[in-house]
């Protein structure tokens, strides 16, 4: 008879992992194609689909891949993600529809009534712009991602070519950018139906690789930033078993978590 033995403790059989916590990480892919998709270890059936419509218009989605060695975290497996954010083809108005956000050559934003950007003193009126709906979200991270000073400029050439579907401009910042690290909170949802659990990304604050964890406590206790999936309170990195009663749960996110799953 012959067998291979190993020590029980030993984990010699490779299973799906799911991790929560902040995670800094490379950024390996921007809306990949077919073919660069089977080249990262999927079986994509058909061609990924990066545009869409909703109640709320058309949108494109700008899906980023990323990952963190296990050398680098000190976890079991490798850490990899993707998330999604959404960009509009109209331009960002209130409710009321009297103001406009504006947005300068430093990605820093403010509210005015059209024509009237000028009066916003905190951002450059020479560069100030219509941003389009989820642009100040894409800018934010890659101000976090390119490490882009306060002062720095941080902005889009073709914003308006974006939001219609070319992808161009922000696919050229992967191998620009290879070397540089975006500090992620992940987190994970459980969907009542399936009971499938999926990996979910934070995408209202975006850290750099130096950056401590208060930028994220001050962004999820804002009146905005809510985390919908399960994460550690401290923010600590950790390998998901099942935690609930620990740490932050939000059903509500449990839906949309097919668009934040885990690519193993």
Known sequence: MAIEINDSSVK????????????DMNIVAI???????????????DAPKYQGTSDNGDYTIVRVYAEAPKARTGMDSD????????????????????????????????????GSESRLEWIDSGSARKSYKGEETLISFLK??????????CNLDEPSALSMGDFTEVQEY????????????????????????YSRVYTKYFGRLT?????????????YGEFK???????????????????QPDEAGAKEAPTNSLFS
């Open 12 to 23: 010699v059989v490779k299973e799906r992992e799911l991790y929560m916590g902040l995670c």
């Open 31 to 45: 809306n990949p194609d077919k073919a660069q998709l089977i080249n990262m270890g999927f079986k994509p059936k």
């Open 79 to 114: 850490i990899r993600v993707n998330f999604n954010l959404y960009i509009r083809p109209e331009h960002w108005q209130n409710k009321a529809g009297d103001k406009y956000q504006f947005i300068d050559k430093h990605g820093k934003t403010g509210w005015a009534p059209d």
């Open 144 to 153: 976090a991602w390119a490490n882009t000073g306060p002062d720095g400029i």
């Open 174 to 197: 992967v191998p620009l950018l290879e070397k540089n690290s975006v500090k992620l909170l992940l987190g994970v949802t459980v969907d009542e139906e399936s009971g499938k659990v």
């Open 211 to 223: 950056s401590s964890i208060f930028g994220f406590q001050d962004s999820l206790s804002g009146d």
């Open 229 to 247: 999936a399960i994460y550690p309170r401290d923010l600590s990195l950790q390998l998901y078993e099942g935690q609930g009663m620990d740490v």
